[in-house]
């Protein structure tokens, strides 16, 4: 555990910060918009800066559709059937605009808008406007060319750089704990998946834009921040001393931001670990000792496949030196069975490699074939009554693994972050350093605080405690 977070002085001063938050809804706001996010952080980065962009031309944010002048929905293009759940909640939006609110507006956003562009409207044409993911500074212009009625708006560009250059300097958030986008893209095309076509090339933003965004949030409450990336470790920019700074000497840039006193960082990829990261990870105690590095599968085979570019063996050696760097780092990683030519023999590679890694949080996920990308046209598809079997097989060791570390825990004091009061009265729910969620009995005036709580109990998601005095 960080020695900062038992810093009893810091509390209070974050106290303070907390009590002078502003109000965060101007009054002028008539306008209702509702936002929908689908996917991952970086579509729930975005959706919070759409609301910044809408807030200066009078929209407020507002919790269900039904009496919004907007709608926006922000998408995930990732697997088949995240993409098909747009098109049905676009039908219940229809009717709903149909019955109740004539004049409400319809955009989809994010990277179904990118991958289908067009095809959107002609599938749905409730929808006004098609917006892709860097394109989300135009949205004042697209609502007025909508309202001039000058036909269906599409925005689909990629200018990354210009996107960050226009969003507002400041955000609106609730919470006390924020992503942070500080690069956007992918060069890496595994043949499997669609983010590199719909997210753009690689684009890191530069260190200082970062800074003030992060000096911003601490600003407003923020306790903590998670720097976030399609590959965030290969993050690249120019620092304030004109060189380039990879994420190791950004993380240490923001550990210095006063109030900010937790850091995370997602997505990684194990072919951009770099030495520097990795000592970072070691030394930098406002780091939280978690780390998502995703492999998809253990056969090197089907690592190739997927053009992953690196070896089961060299992960294994790249997750040994990060804990010889930091003996407590929990793990967490995403995994893919039933990709093309994936065999028995091959699935029990990745069930042998989280054997021997061990892992305290996962995602897996049945292949899912996507247009456009190498695996779908592969031969060799796998059937999907074996993708489910193995699902099932995978899911249940990775399960085991992350109950047998929450029981690890108990006993331990954890640093917890409060975010909120739990169902109970008296109850509150915050974070464990591995983001485990914890309910724990205290006062709502720790609500935003760091605070010590002794594990005492431990199920498969989460960890009951009692406050540490
Ligand atoms: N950039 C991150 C992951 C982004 S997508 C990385 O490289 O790790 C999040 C996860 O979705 C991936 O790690 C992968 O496990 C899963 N995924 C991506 N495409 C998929 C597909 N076509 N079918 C099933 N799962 C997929
Ligand atoms: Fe997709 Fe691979 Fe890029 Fe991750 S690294 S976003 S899985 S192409
Ligand atoms: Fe989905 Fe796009 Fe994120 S496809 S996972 S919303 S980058």
Redesign the pocket.
């Known amino acids: 555990m960080s020695p900062r977070d038992k810093s009893a002085s810091r509390d209070v001063e974050q106290a303070a910060i907390i009590a002078a938050k502003p109000d965060v809804t101007p009054a002028q706001n008539t306008k209702k918009v509702f936002i929908k996010t689908y996917g991952?952080q970086m579509n729930v980065y975005d959706s919070e800066r759409m609301a910044d962009v809408l807030s200066p031309i009078g929209y407020a944010p507002v919790d269900a559709p039904d009496d919004a002048d907007l709608v926006i929905l922000n998408t995930c293009h990732?697997?088949?059937k995240a993409a098909e759940k747009v098109y049905s909640e676009l039908g219940r939006i229809r009717q709903h605009k149909e019955k109740n609110k004539p004049n409400m507006k319809v955009a989809v956003a994010g990277c179904v808008a990118q991958a289908e562009g067009a095809e959107i409207q002609r599938r749905a044409p409730v929808v006004d406007m098609v917006l892709g993911p860097q394109t989300y500074h135009k949205l004042p212009e697209m609502i007025a060319k909508v309202h001039r009625n000058t036909g269906d708006v599409l925005e689909t560009e990629f200018d990354t750089i210009e996107k960050f250059d226009q969003l507002p300097k400041t955000r609106n958030v609730k919470g006390f704990s924020a992503f942070l986008t500080v690069q956007e893209g992918?060069d890496?095309f595994?043949t499997?998946?669609?983010?590199p076509y719909t997210r753009g090339a690689e684009v890191s933003r530069p260190v200082q834009q970062i800074v003030d965004e992060a000096r911003d949030l601490a600003r407003q409450g923020v306790r903590e921040i998670t720097l976030i990336g399609?590959?965030v470790n290969a993050y690249m920019a120019e620092g304030p001393d004109g060189s380039d700074w990879g994420l190791g000497q950004l993380i240490r840039h923001v550990a210095l931001i006063g109030g900010i006193d937790r850091i995370r960082f997602t997505?990684?990829?194990p072919r951009d670990m770099d030495d520097d990261l990795i000592r970072v990870i070691g030394t930098e105690p406002k780091l939280m000792p978690y780390l998502?590095?995703?492999i998809?599968a253990g056969s090197n085979k089907i690592l190739r496949a997927m053009n992953r570019d690196h070896t089961y063996a060299e992960y294994k050696a790249l997750i040994a030196k990060i804990r010889a760097a930091r003996p407590e780092i929990a793990l967490s990683g995403?995994?893919?069975v039933g990709?093309p030519g994936e065999t028995e023999l091959d699935f029990e590679e990745t069930m042998k490699c989280v054997e021997e890694i061990g892992y305290a949080s996962s995602?897996?996920?049945?292949?899912?074939?996507?247009p456009g990308?190498p695996?779908a046209s592969m031969l060799r598809q796998v059937d999907e009554d074996v993708k489910q079997d193995r699902l099932v097989r995978l899911q249940e060791l990775l399960y085991a693994q992350q109950e047998a570390h929450n029981k690890s825990l108990i006993g331990k004091t954890l640093s917890v972050l409060v975010e909120g009061t739990g169902r109970k009265g008296g109850q509150l729910f915050g974070r464990s350093p591995y983001l485990t969620g914890t309910h724990f009995d205290g006062p709502e005036e720790l609500v935003g605080q760091i605070v010590d709580v002794k594990i005492e109990e431990a199920g498969r998601n989460s960890l009951v405690g009692v406050l540490a005095v």
């Not at 499997?192 to 983010?195: D, E, L, M, S, Y």
């Not at 995602?363 to 996507?370: A, D, L, N």
């Open positions: 991952c990732i697997r088949e992918c890496k595994c499997f998946c669609v983010v399609q590959n997505t990684s990829h998502h590095l995703p998809q995403d995994f893919i990709f995602f897996s996920f049945k292949y899912s074939v996507r990308t695996g």
